[in-house]
């Protein structure tokens, strides 16, 4: 397990621009994928984006095109590039380290898109 700590989100106009960052403690970093997702109100986390270990990405069809995720093996840091935001791409969003079934999370950080 490790640590996730998000920062980046706030308040942004529809059309502009964000960066989500994730930074993980511990050196297990490079070795598993990271991933984005946003928490509907209920609790459900939705896959956003994810990369792999290797570098290999994949986006829900909801953001392909506009968003983009790398990460940063040397700093331990994933990001998520957020363009052309809409309002529904509101909610909290989540990292997540070494999958959505065993690994760890990030507490969330709110993003808001106002319609």
């Known amino acids: 397990q490790v640590r996730l700590v998000e920062s980046g989100g706030g308040l942004v106009q529809a059309g502009g621009s964000m960066t989500l960052s994730c930074t993980a403690s511990g050196s297990i970093f490079r070795l598993y994928g990271m991933g984005w997702y946003r928490q509907s109100p209920g609790n459900q986390r939705v896959m956003v984006a994810i990369v792999t270990s290797g570098g290999d990405t994949r986006y829900a069809d909801s953001v392909k095109g506009r968003f983009t995720i790398s990460r940063d093996n040397g700093k331990s840091t994933a990001y998520l590039q957020m363009n052309s935001l809409k309002p529904e791409d509101s909610g909290v969003y989540v990292c997540?380290?070494?999958?959505?079934?065993?690994?760890?999370w990030g507490q969330g950080i709110q993003v808001t898109v106002p319609s």
């Open positions: 997540n380290h070494g999958g959505p079934l065993t690994g760890s």
